[in-house]
């Protein structure tokens, strides 16, 4: 059995406010060579921070992806890329039902198409954008315009070709957070289509963006669990 491949932490957006970690850990066994791994199954806890416990979810998921830009929190679920046999697909997790749901990406998408995927917020829909990281790198803009149903891809544009931009970061208003091979922050506006650079700099694929809202609500600490 390999390591657990990640931990994600994210707020439930259920009325009870609850606070809850979410594990995956993907399952493997030796191989008849001795040396490689086979993949077997993806095993799911949940932590819940009222019952200071864990438990186990009984449900059969695709093998998860874990990449930059692959993993969104999204209209009250996390969401992973992830695929099967194959075919790839939008894993979707349910924070306040505790519900896994699978979704299509775009017929265009053809894996391995050499393509990279990223899941972002665009114009308060599901984007996921398809790229080839490059000196001159495009990103074609897809739109999930009725969530969770997988005939609603549209295509919404396409950006670049950018010299030396590597990977996108986050939609912010009309502008795209973009990170360059040299780990330099800059944006590119969606109306004037300019690249703007910033003296931020960071190392390779260790950006990430949120956003941020005042809160009165704490989190409690584990003393206070019970």
């Known amino acids: 059995m390999l390591p657990v491949k990640s931990l994600l932490r994210c707020k439930s957006v259920c009325k009870s406010c609850e606070y809850k970690v979410i594990k995956i850990a993907d399952l ?51 969401h992973w890329w992830a695929y099967e046999h194959g075919d790839e697909c939008i894993l979707s997790f349910h924070i306040s039902t505790e519900v896994f749901q699978e979704t299509r990406l775009p017929d265009v998408c053809a894996f391995p198409d050499g393509n990279e995927r990223a899941f ?12 080839n990281s490059s000196e001159q790198t495009s990103f074609d803009i897809w739109l999930m315009t009725q969530y969770g149903v997988a005939e609603s891809w549209t295509k919404h544009s396409t950006i670049g070709p950018l010299v030396h931009v590597e990977r996108p ?10 990170e360059k091979v040299n780990g330099q922050l800059v944006s590119y506006d969606l109306k004037s289509q300019s690249l703007k650079e910033y003296q931020v700099y960071g190392a390779q694929e260790s950006f990430r963006a949120l956003v941020y809202s005042e809160s009165l609500v704490s989190i409690r600490r584990r003393s206070d669990v019970n």
Do not use: M
């Open 169 to 178: 970061i986050f939609f912010w208003k009309h502008e795209l957070l973009l």
């Open 120 to 131: 972002l917020v665009l114009n308060e829909s599901f984007a996921l954008l398809l790229f």
């Open 28 to 78: 493997h066994e030796e191989g008849d060579d001795g040396e490689d791994y086979v993949f077997q199954y993806v095993n799911v806890e949940i932590y819940d921070l009222s019952t200071n416990s864990w438990r186990g979810i009984d449900a059969v998921v695709p093998y998860v992806c874990f990449f930059p830009c692959s993993e969104l929190l999204f209209n009250g679920a996390f």
